[in-house]
């Protein structure tokens, strides 16, 4: 018996061993075949990952929404860059930026550390601020806090500070703690083995519907699949999670932007999985998002769910386009 128990826990021993070296391997490959195609840069003891295109002023910075890339503006980039300046920019453990876990991932610290990369990278204003779902949270707070800077803001399907429910509070805290759970699994390769056998569900699901954009969307899902697979991803993802309380929170106190010219982009097709109840209470929260600015406009994307960016892509562009024009 005894004989049994050393041996299975050697075994054990053995097999997280072989686990850890098949991720280090597999994250070393991972970062040769991907690499940053923007500039890493330092703000002050990790870096942060800064892709910028185009020329022109102002200059378009753009936030992904929660525990989302850079990579998931899909084609919106590049479209702008054939007009002015625009910088995508993951945030602190997404993409290819190093994690920074002395701080909780919340909104006002991704305002703080957007600020510090924009100057050192000296990216000067005015800038044009877009931002999807929490992006938008974030990108709200960014104009509250540095209006000299602004001259735009374009809210693609943003998070509102009064969307969350108690049910809804309930289900982040529980993905919050399964992400946690998922950020052990990664660092023995148990993410990855399920991944690459198809069998994540999240992956899966994602990976089936990116079948319906064009090639050029389609071949982001494999660089993001790599995020996935590390453990800082899922670490970073649970704490923003877990702190979007806050975050929202945080937006209470932005009840104005004064006059600054202001686009809301919102969801017009309903996700089957969601009740109309719920669809219509997001619809007014994006209606009360007009009520930030006496300079604003809002459009409804009637062929895109939540991720317009990638449904419609041009809806974005165009309003960027126009904010450019009105100025």
Not at 121 to 137: C, M, N
């Amino acid at each position: 018996m005894e004989n049994w128990l050393v041996l299975s826990l050697g075994i054990l021993i053995l097999g997280l061993l072989v686990g850890m070296v098949y991720q280090r391997v597999g994250q070393a490959f991972d970062q040769h075949k991907y690499p940053p195609p923007g500039q890493l840069v330092d703000i002050g003891g990790f870096r942060l990952h800064l892709n910028c295109l185009g020329q022109g002023t102002p200059t378009v910075v753009m936030d992904a929404g929660g525990s989302a890339p850079a990579i998931a503006w899909g084609l919106v980039p590049a479209e702008i860059a054939k007009f002015t300046h625009v910088c995508t920019y993951d945030r602190a453990g997404f993409g290819w930026s190093d994690p920074n876990p002395r701080q909780p991932r919340t909104s006002q610290q991704s305002v703080d550390e957007l600020h510090l990369l924009l100057t050192k990278a000296a990216i000067d204003p005015p800038y044009i601020l877009v931002g999807h779902s929490l992006g938008g949270v974030n990108m709200r707070l960014y104009a509250s806090q540095y209006p000299e800077d602004v001259v735009g803001l374009v809210l693609v399907d943003s998070s509102h500070e009064h969307q969350m429910t108690s049910a809804m509070g309930r289900h982040v805290q529980r993905m919050a703690w399964f992400y946690q759970v998922l950020r052990i699994f990664s660092h023995i390769g148990m993410v990855r083995v399920i991944g690459e056998m198809n069998l994540l569900p999240m992956l899966k699901v994602l990976k089936q519907k990116s079948q319906k954009y064009p090639l050029a969307v389609r071949s982001l899902f494999d660089i993001f699949k790599s995020f996935c697979y590390r453990p800082h991803y899922w670490a970073t993802a649970s704490s923003e999670l877990a702190h979007i309380k806050t975050s929202l929170e945080g937006l209470q106190s932005v009840t104005s932007l004064g006059s600054l010219p202001l686009m809301v982009l919102s969801q017009g097709a309903k996700d089957p999985r969601i009740s109309e109840e719920r669809f219509q209470r997001w619809a007014a929260l994006q209606l009360d998002l007009t009520k930030l600015s006496s300079n604003s406009q809002r459009i409804v994307a009637e062929e895109s769910g939540h991720w317009i960016l990638l449904d419609q892509p041009e809806l974005i562009v165009g309003a960027v386009r126009r904010l450019i024009e009105r100025g």
